[in-house]
């Protein structure tokens, strides 16, 4: 399973006539957009801003991050099972709008979450404030049930991205990377000296607003699975998943999800990275230890060394974590769990929900309580009115002059559990 | 295996007591975690996890629990369980406490709670 990513390196964004990319630009033609993601009868209004890098604009509440991408050679398409027949992906080759992004926002419930600053010190936690955001904000028809609505504005997302990936599918990559997945015998063959190690990737799935799909699959309903680590960069996985801002993967992160991506640096080198898992988060107990008993049975089967676990969410999710850990550590494969931490404010206290001695090797994405200030921005999109409702936020979090004080894990992205951020710990 | 809901949400009393055992009691999210704690003493197993859904302890003031109805010996791991998530909530309860919600922010946890327990009914 070969799959080669041709980034196109986008540096600006702005309105335009025709949506295409020009000289690293992205151009939007605004009224075709929204005349597409109008289609579906469950939205009332649907309109479309831009924010860059640098802007004093703040984004909330945020429910999904969306990296366009192409099929330009090799079966499938784009998103398999949700907009493209259910083809399996992850081979050919695949163009990038890389450094461009879909954000979606929308208040589907009171409570809201997640939001971007584009500038200022909120700017610094989130990787988005990095990228050229063309930012949908889809309005529902009058009562609308959540449920409906959380599809709607997750479906508008991903049909956006899908339209900016199109008209880069005839452009010339700036850059192409080659991520190369042999079958496990043939892996094992060519590097024999290399400890052989694999990737356990946990899916939120619990309910509405905490889903995630697998080749369109409700992931709440699918038992422990391989899955080849190049059809995750062909959105076979996508996030439904709108709850804890912080440490929830958007579709963004699982299209360059950075474990599978530093697993590939490295393999043929460090370690021969020889295959992928994944494992759902369900609230029934039974099906905790029924996943995390296949993801164990798995990582068995392929005989590895090692493997790296992550995870996705906060409280019950450190279940699956910790049964994941233990049960493979009991195969006599070593493992590294990848979480994020909610110490207190003052980080004092026990980070998860569940710990076990087995779980000796991780790696923190940050304290999700730690407290920050975020002074006002120009220009809001969205809605701000759920910020004082917000996870980590509180009645007053939204000051007079527009300033909010929240805990981290208000800010999506910031204590990212697949490592795609900047905070960690480090002991010594 | 028959199960029993113990819940504060409203809405899971309205929506599942056709199908399902639920126990409603008016009270707050830590009171329902003390009562699951008091019926595992009892013998009850614990069927879903008392921390369900990425909505934090000190966020959302509805919560609903399943257990087995049937009593046998004390279960150590439900125990584990429960005593860890008494622990995380109060951590979070402790730094900040659960806001007076709007009727219609109260409707939304209630939602989301229902759809979290629902997913767990066999």
Known sequence: ????????????????????????????????????????????????????????????????????????????????????????????KTNVLKGAAVVTTGKIVGFQEGIIDMTGPGADYTPFSKLNNVV??????????????????????????????????????????????????????????????????????????HDTYVYGV??????????????????????????????????????????????????GKEFNFVGMIITNENVYLADKERSSNWAAKLAEYLGVDGVIISQEGFGNPDTDLIMNCKKIEEKGIKTVIVTDEYAGRDGASQPLADADPKANAVVTGGNANEVIKLPPMDKIIGHIEPVD????????SLEKDGSIVVELQAITGATNELGFNKLSAKGY | MKEIIITNNPLVKEELEKIIEVEYYNTDYMEILKKVRDRIHKGHKLLTHPLSGSVKPNETPYKSIMVSMDKGDL????????????????????????????????????????????????
């Not at chain 1, 600006?12 to 993601?37: A, H, P, Q, R, Y």
């Not at chain 1, 499938?76 to 992850?90: A, E, H, N, Q, R």
């Not at chain 1, 997945?181 to 892996?187: A, D, G, R, V, W």
Request: proline letters at 5%; one cysteine or more; aromatic letters at 6%.
């Open chain 1, 1 to 92: 399973m070969n799959l080669e990513l041709g980034n196109i390196f986008i540096k600006d964004v702005k309105f335009g006539e025709d949506t295409k990319v020009e000289n690293g630009t992205l151009i939007v033609n605004k009224e075709e957009l929204i005349s597409l993601i109008s289609e579906d009868e469950h939205l009332k209004s649907v309109d479309v801003e831009l924010a860059k890098p640098g802007d004093s604009i703040r984004i909330t509440p945020v429910k999904d991050v969306i990296e366009p991408r192409v099929k330009v050679d090799g079966p499938g398409g784009i998103f398999p099972g949700v907009l493209s027949k259910v083809d399996t992906v992850g081979t050919g």
């Open chain 1, 136 to 209: 949908l904000i889809c309005e529902p028809k009058d009562d609308l049930k959540q449920h409906e609505h959380e599809k709607a504005v997750r479906m508008a997302g991903l049909k956006a991205a899908r339209y900016f990936g199109e008209v880069a599918k005839d452009i010339k990559p700036d850059e192409v990377k080659s991520y190369e997945s042999l079958p496990l015998l043939k892996s094992v063959e060519k590097y024999p000296e290399l400890p052989k190690v694999a990737y356990v990737q946990m899916l939120q799935s619990q309910g509405l607003l």
């Open chain 1, 218 to 267: 409700d992931a709440k309903k699918t038992l422990s699975t391989l899955i080849g680590p190049t059809e995750i960069m062909d959105g076979a996985i996508i996030s439904g998943n709108c709850v804890s801002a912080c440490d929830k993967n958007t579709t963004y992160h699982h299209l360059n999800n950075p474990v599978i991506h530093d697993l590939f640096d490295k393999h």
């Open chain 1, 389 to 396: 409702s917000i996870a980590g936020g509180f009645d007053g």
């Open chain 2, 75 to 122: 279960d150590t791991d439900s125990l584990i369980t429960i005593e860890n998530s008494i622990h995380t909530a109060k951590k979070f309860i402790e730094d900040l406490k659960t806001p007076d919600w709007s009727e219609e922010i109260l409707f939304d946890f209630q939602t989301i709670d229902l759809t979290l327990i629902k997913n767990a009914i066999k």
